[in-house]
């Protein structure tokens, strides 16, 4: 039972010490920078299949955005209803 006494009381102090260092260190200051949403990345609409991609990425053909080279190569979706 003398062992058990030891451990508990082991587990207490180092429980204590944890709280304690927890609640007196200082907290590591976040960061204030905001995320880049002042200069968003413009996006532009495939073409062929309406996917929305960034326009640094899209391929451009007579004025006309697509996502892949396969889509530019195959041309605006033609709505045959």
Known sequence: MGLFRLL????????????WRRFTQPTAPRSNK????????P??????????VPRD????KD????????HLEQGPHSSGD
């Open 57 to 60: 990425l899209a391929l451009v």
């Open 43 to 52: 996006m532009v609409r495939c073409e062929q299949c309406g996917t929305h």
């Open 8 to 19: 508990l009381l082991v587990a207490i102090i180092a429980a204590a010490f944890w709280l």
């Open 34 to 41: 905001p995320t880049d949403r002042t200069n968003p990345t």
């Open 63 to 70: 004025e006309r955005w697509f996502c892949s080279q396969a």
